[in-house]
């Protein structure tokens, strides 16, 4: 078998285990309307890249017809090691940046990736559902801030860790108890300020949507890492039915 038949097949393989990867990501950890705002836009293309690009590549410049039999395989050994070595570590990032809450805070959604929840912090959670890490996608929740003894503390450890009550499961409640609250700090999309036709276009079209079935939407910030999204929210759900790479504030603040 010749080096580029070789490559060819071993392409083929990845590319059909990436495209089972993507589907199992986009569809469960970081389903719609979250996907990009998630990270994940970032995050998968870099694992099916090198997932790709190494199994491969590899392969092309190393398997040869003229190499004997045992070193042959040997040498594919080596490569799905490596393959594998190197798409078990980029599947561990994405496992760890995975949103396993959405939390909706005074005035803004927040992403909340795994890793941004320490064990202990999870131990504390108000309810049993939000004492683990989803595997099944984000949930959505809402938090509310401390009241009494413990205001002082969390106040506190946010000014010194930056560790805020969207991290903090013990303040988690049922989004419902916060979704009218969101709404009053909701603003109308004609506030918005979209650069360029694509983001344009997004808004007309959720815009004429809503209109066709006489809903009226509004947006709210939605937070990951300092990094600020906008939230679509539909007034009848009064959940995010879109997430927009629009800079929802004017002069873009940090929280």
């Known amino acids: 078998m010749s080096r580029w038949k070789a490559a060819a097949i071993h392409l083929s393989i990845s590319l059909i285990l990436a495209a089972i990867v993507a589907t199992l990501l986009y569809t469960l950890w970081f389903p719609p309307p979250y996907f990009h705002a998630a990270g994940a836009g970032t995050l998968i293309p870099l694992l099916m890249g090198v997932d790709i690009a ?59 990736a795994a890793d941004a929840l320490s064990d202990a912090d999870l131990a504390k959670g108000s309810r049993p559902e939000y004492r683990h890490r989803s595997w099944n996608g984000p949930r959505l929740v809402g938090a509310l801030p401390p009241t009494g003894s413990r205001t002082f503390d969390v106040v506190a450890q946010a000014m010194g860790s930056g560790k805020d009550i969207d991290r903090l499961p013990e303040f988690y409640v049922p989004y419902e108890q916060v979704a009218n609250s969101l709404k009053r700090h909701g603003r109308p999309l004609a506030s918005l ?13 959720l815009e004429q949507a809503a209109a066709a079935n006489g809903q009226t939407l509004y947006f709210l910030p939605l937070e990951r890492q300092d990094v600020y999204y906008t939230a679509i929210i539909s007034s009848s759900q009064q959940q995010p039915i879109a997430v927009l790479t629009v800079d929802p504030w004017n002069i873009p603040t940090k929280k």
């Open 193 to 205: 300020k979209p650069k360029g036709a694509e983001q344009r276009r997004q808004l007309a079209e």
């Open 54 to 112: 190494i199994g491969p590549l590899l392969t092309l410049l190393v398997i040869s017809p003229a190499k004997p039999k045992r070193l042959r395989r040997l040498d594919v050994s080596i490569i799905a090691s490596l393959q594998a070595v190197a798409f078990g570590y980029g599947f561990y990032v994405i496992c760890q940046a995975r949103p396993v809450f959405i939390v909706g805070e005074v005035d803004r959604l927040v992403v909340v």
